[in-house]
């Protein structure tokens, strides 16, 4: 069958949850046909072990924030990929832009050759983005921050002389790298301090975002255009509710185990908004779900599972 784009993100994700499903149970793990149930929730069967049947609820948060520009730019970016021989997983951080030319798409290409392996196991595609500081007053010792790295303004706070501002919107997502964070941190303060800090001084960064391999079946772009914010975090509730509400008839089918996957977009997979907003809801709605992941910036996050030899392809064999 030709390909189609953009991809179906939600089918991407059940082969990229397969590929830790199956070495972390040591078990085959085998999709049988998924359909969607209703927009946003596909559901089908896993066979385990060639033998147990784990019924699976994918529901998509991240369906209903789709935008035309973002979807055109995703579909070409995974046909540049497919083209390129490629078979990945590119989990964007939220609110990013995707390569919006061809000259952009080539360069992103280009830089999986210096794709990083993290700590975790989790590559990091790296590609260098500058940086702006400016002082704006020689009183203080503070740096206001747009961008990636408004969150860290804290580091900064007694350790540049005067009052700063940083512009570092062309920084998505920081490596996971602490040491990596900390040195680009020391930059900045040198920089802060050079004879020219009244002038607008460049400082170089790495934006760094996470890729995974998939199985056969061509490339997924995985992300949203909508940045982080407290709207956002609110639509997220309404959205999941539905999902879960729709996905309920699954529960009454019979199954070995059934398995509850959300996909989320977020820029760090430890800031995942989805587990927190679980808990805030009705446990009715995913209580009879055996196994609870999220996934997100190449994890599958696991919200629920049960205790050694509790699932049937976990336990024991019988003497």
Known sequence: MAATYPADDARAAVRFFLSWFGPHFARSATPDEFAEAEAGVLTGTITVGRRWQLRTVL????????????????????????AAGHSLAVWVPRGAPLPASDADRDAFLAALDGAVTVEDGRRELRRRVPLYLRRTDI?????????????????????????????SQALNRLPADQAERDALAERIV???????????????AE???????????GSCVFG?????????????????????????PILREPADA????????????????????????????????????????????VLLQPGRAALPWDAPPPE
Not at 59 to 82: K, P, S, V, Y
Not at 148 to 162: K, M, Y
Not at 209 to 216: G, H, M, N, Q, V
Not at 260 to 271: D, F, G, N, Q, V
């Open 207 to 217: 934006d760094a975002w996470t890729i995974s391999p998939l199985d056969e079946g």
């Open 224 to 248: 949203s255009p909508r940045a982080e914010s407290d709207e956002q975090s609110a639509a997220l509730r309404r959205s999941l509710r539905k999902l879960l509400r729709a996905a309920n």
């Open 139 to 167: 009183a203080g010792s503070i740096v206001t921050i747009t961008g990636g790295l408004s969150a860290h303004w804290a580091q900064f706070t007694n350790r540049v002389p005067g009052s700063f501002w940083l512009n």
């Open 190 to 204: 040198l920089a802060a301090g050079q004879p020219l800090a009244d002038e607008t001084q460049v400082v170089e």
């Open 59 to 82: 529901a998509n948060t991240i369906a209903g924030e789709a935008m035309l520009d973002f979807e055109a730019e995703r579909a070409a970016l995974e046909e540049r990929l497919d």
């Open 258 to 301: 059934r398995a509850l996957l959300i996909l989320a977009a977020t820029t760090y997979a430890s800031e995942e908004k989805v587990s927190w907003t679980l808990r805030g809801m009705d446990p009715a709605l995913y209580g009879g779900y055996d196994l609870i992941a999220v996934l997100a910036d190449g994890v599958a996050k």
